[in-house]
């Protein structure tokens, strides 16, 4: 189903809900399966989908509580329901103010509501100072962009790389398939160019290959994904250069393409049941779904100390912590994305790899150490440090090639590395390789961080980081790893 104009407030996701109501007590009256739902807003790419998106969360448990309501009366039996809705409205209330005034507004209303309560246990005296720390957070949780994680600079080169091997892939799958709408998925699309530049490319390889065998081009059906909190706007918003790009390239050659926006964790369900044709995700797949479990002892202290990934002086249960959390991570998103693709289907994943994972000397484990200097220097508590730990993992070719083959819905076309090194451009001198990194990595983490540590901090952080990485690439080379896998679903 598609809202045509859907706008950026609650009511599309009202109206949503009402209709899977109804087709809901319709096949439960007839005794039939209810329906999956593919639900399309629609509007112009200058509306703000980020605030529509940021809805979805509510929207989806929503619809599990509201059906939990609806067998909770229907069991007690003394009632029929009449109607049963719900309402989202922003924490803010008035997504257009000042970020400041809204988070105001939403510690004060929480505050009415809760400081009765909470004076009864933690005393009224805290009680200024909680709600003051309460609109700090607030404030950056509204302002942090949740989904951003992949540095523009970096995913371009690799991919730019691994081109050939996207493009032998999206050319198998229309030679085998020949589909009149290719549905094509970029998961983790980022808010950066990167995406449409990917999108693009495998449209001018169907085009050509169309072409030689004097078949009409196909139509394109192009989702991007990441999570609710992504700026889908900015991407949005490079949608009319990517159409007008395509119409003075391809003209009436090429078949229509349109392009949507999906805002959910790929660790779910994403599709309908063998709707797509070809996956990509670049530098996405290595993030955890959660930080592992199994950091901590029985007892509750930290078994990571001083580091914040799997580091030399991690003991061996962190590594096989790590590992356990992206074997139940990768596998379920290999068996999710089985069920959405049609067989011979294509996918190429591009992620951040090792080659020994329990000893991956990434730019992270430096980083740690940084960290930990600043807990030296008396600017971060030891006690944060040792509870933080980043929720990725960086695998090796022999446990990406064992995971898919025990998962068994894909065959292997390529699986192969690139090493890029850390600064990029090895041309340039060591100050501005080393600020490259540094931002980078900046780039990737800093909300993760924020939250840890706090705001004040992350500028001394990553000016000390900038330096470690100077002292480190004067000393010897280092090199960011990359897998490239590309897969095709089999019968």
């Not at 399309?40 to 529509?52: A, E, H, T, V, Y």
């Not at 072409?211 to 009319?240: A, E, K, W, Y």
């Not at 078949?255 to 044709?277: A, E, Q, T, W």
């Not at 089985?338 to 430096?366: Q, T």
């Amino acid at each position: 189903m598609a809202d045509m104009g859907c706008s950026s407030g609650p009511n599309a996701f009202l109206l949503v809900s009402r209709i899977i109501d109804i087709i809901d007590e319709a096949s439960r009256g007839i005794n039939r399966q209810c329906p999956q739902f593919g639900v399309f807003l629609n509007d112009l790419p200058g509306n703000d989908f980020n605030g529509l998106f940021n809805q979805l969360s509510s929207f989806e448990k929503d619809l599990e509580e509201v059906e939990e309501v609806r067998q909770l009366v229907k069991a007690e039996t003394s009632f029929a329901v009449d109607k049963l809705e719900t309402f989202i409205i922003d924490w803010s209330v008035d997504s257009s103010q000042d970020l400041e005034i809204r988070a105001k507004f939403a510690a004060k209303s929480l505050r009415v509501v809760t400081e009765a309560l909470l004076e009864t246990t933690f005393t009224h005296e805290v009680m200024d100072d909680l709600f003051r720390l309460f609109e700090a957070c607030i404030k950056e949780r509204i302002a942090v962009k949740e989904g951003e994680y992949v540095n523009i600079v970096l995913s371009r080169i690799v991919t730019s790389k691994a081109g050939p091997i996207i493009e032998e892939s999206a050319r198998k799958v229309y030679n085998t398939l020949r589909p009149e709408c290719l549905m094509m998925a970029k998961m983790g699309c980022s808010s950066g160019p990167n995406a449409l530049q990917v999108v693009s490319r495998i449209i001018d390889v169907i085009e050509k290959a169309s072409r030689s065998i004097n078949c009409q081009c196909p139509q394109f059906g192009v989702f991007l994904n990441d999570l609710p909190g992504n700026d889908f706007n900015t991407m949005f918003n490079l949608l009319l250069n990517f159409y007008k790009d395509l119409q003075e390239a391809k003209g009436s050659s090429c078949g229509p393409c349109f392009v949507s926006g999906i805002p959910k964790s790929f660790y779910g369900r994403v599709f309908p049941d063998k709707f797509l044709h070809f996956v990509h995700s670049s530098y996405s797949v290595h993030w955890l779904s959660q930080v592992p479990r199994g950091l901590v002892s029985e007892n509750g202290e930290a078994l990571n100390k001083g580091n914040i990934y799997i580091a030399k002086t991690s003991p061996p249960k962190i590594h096989k912590a790590y590992y356990a959390q992206f074997k139940s991570d990768f596998t379920l998103f290999l068996r999710l994305r089985s069920r959405e693709m049609v067989s011979g289907g294509g996918m190429v994943l591009i992620f951040l790899g090792s080659i020994h994972s329990d000893d991956p000397d990434l730019v992270y484990e430096l980083f740690g150490s940084t960290l930990h200097d600043m807990v030296l220097e008396g600017l971060i508590e030891e006690e944060k440090l040792d509870n933080f730990n980043l929720p990725l993992y960086s695998p090796t070719v022999d446990e990406v090639r064992k995971l898919v083959e025990a998962e068994g819905s894909f065959a292997f076309n390529k699986l192969e590395t690139i090493t890029v090194d850390w600064g990029v451009d090895t041309s340039q001198s060591l100050d501005t390789q080393a600020e490259f990194v540094a931002k980078t990595v900046r780039a990737v983490i800093e909300p993760l961080l924020t939250i840890a540590f706090g705001h004040a901090v992350m500028d001394d952080l990553f000016l000390l980081f900038e330096t470690r990485v100077k002292a480190r690439m004067a000393e010897k080379r280092s090199e960011f790893v990359t897998i490239v896998v590309s897969l095709t679903k089999k019968e």
